[in-house]
DNA sequence: GCCAATTGCTTGAAGTTTAAAGAAATTGCA
DNA sequence: TGCAATTTCTTTAAACTTCAAGCAATTGGC
C-alpha cells in the first residue's frame, strides 16, 4: 500500500484497475441480459435478437427509416443492415420502397402483420426487463440511469477525441 | 399523469419503462465501448476482440484452462470456443494438451510468444478504458460498481427462475 | 461389471457481423 | 456546365456466433 503525506491511501499514477473493473463489470452485466432476452426471444416468439431489434427501431416511427438511419441508430456496418432487411423484408415482416428524390436511398417499413407480431413481443419483452431489474429500487434505477448516461457521454468524448 | 389519493404521482401497474430505458442505456454504452475498444485492437494490433477476450481470460491463470472453462467464462458457446481455440493454435499464441486422467479434456494455454503479445495489447487497452471512463470522479465509478453489481444479481437471479 | 446418464468437445447449418471494395446517385464547387 | 467528392447502398470474404446433433469418454448407480 502506497501512502502519501497524509497517511492516505493514493493510487499509482498509472493504476487504472478500477475502470478495467468497471468495464468488465458493465460487460458482465450486458453479456447475461442480452443473452437471457435472446434465449426467450427464441423459445417464445422463435425470432432473433437482431431481428427484433431491427424492428424496435422502426416501430418508433411511423413513416419509416433509410438504411442508413438503421445503421447509425443500431450501431452496426452498413452490410449488416442490407442483409437483416433482406431477410426481414422475405418474411413478410417489412416493406421497401426507394425514395423518389434520391434514387439510392431506400425507406424501410413495418408491414401491418410485422408491427403487429413486433407489439407482442414488445409487450413480453418490457415485462421480461423489468423482472431482470427487479432488485433494483426506483432510486437505485435513477442513479443508474444518471451515472450511465454520464460514462456515455465520456466514452462518446474519447471516441471522438481519437478520430479527430 | 396519474396521482394518488395524496396528490403524489404513481405509476401504472404495467409501467415499466423505466427499466426497458435503463436496459436501452446499459445496452448503449456497452455497444459504444465495445466497438471502440474493436476499433482501436484492430488498428493498433490487428487482432479481432474475441481474440483478445479468449487471451485475457487464459492470462488470468497460469497453468492453463479447459474449453468448457472458457466457454463458461466468457459466457459464449462451446462450438464458439472451439473454433477460436483452433484459429489461435493456429496462429501460435496458443498451446493445447490432452489431460491424461480424462481424455475428453483439453488444457489450453498461451504459448510464451501469445502471452507476451497479449501483455503489451493489455497494457494499451487498460489505458483506453481509463480514457474512456475519464469523466467519471472515483465516487462516480464506486457507485456504478455497486449498482452494477446489485444489477448482475438481480439479472441471474431473474435467469435462474426462468430455468428453473 | 454393466449400462444409463452425464460431461467435454466437435461438427454442420443458419445467421450475424465486420471490413473493405465497389456501384450508383447526388451534391457542391470551380 | 463539368467533375471530383460524398453519400447510399450492395457485395464479398472471413470471422464470429448460436443451436442442435453427435461422438467419445467418464461417472454413478445397480
Known amino acids: ?12 499514477p498509472d493504476d487504472h484497475g478500477t475502470e478495467l473493473r468497471l468495464w468488465l ?16 426471444l ?32 443500431m ?6 443492415v442490407t442483409g437483416l432487411v433482406e431477410r426481414l423484408v422475405e418474411s413478410g415482416h417489412l416493406d421497401r420502397r426507394t425514395s423518389e428524390t434520391d434514387r439510392r436511398v431506400q425507406f424501410i417499413r413495418l408491414t401491418k402483420t410485422g408491427r403487429a407480431e413486433f407489439r407482442k413481443m414488445a409487450a413480453e419483452h418490457e415485462k421480461w426487463i423489468a423482472d431482470v431489474f427487479g432488485d433494483l429500487s426506483p432510486k437505485d434505477i435513477r442513479e443508474l440511469m444518471r451515472l450511465l448516461a454520464k460514462a456515455k457521454g465520456s466514452a462518446q468524448r474519447s471516441a471522438k477525441a481519437r478520430n479527430a
Chains 1, 2 share one sequence.
Open 25 to 40: 463489470r458493465l460487460l458482465t452485466c450486458t453479456t447475461l441480459i442480452e443473452g437471457e432476452v435472446r434465449s426467450r
Open 42 to 73: 427464441r423459445e417464445k416468439f422463435d425470432v432473433t435478437l437482431p431481428r427484433f431489434d431491427l424492428m424496435a427501431q422502426l416501430d418508433k416511427v411511423s413513416d419509416g427509416m433509410t438504411l442508413s438511419d438503421l445503421s447509425k441508430r
Open 75 to 80: 450501431m452496426v456496418s452498413n452490410g449488416n
Open 1 to 12: 500500500m502506497i501512502l502519501d503525506s497524509e497517511t492516505k491511501a493514493v493510487e499509482l
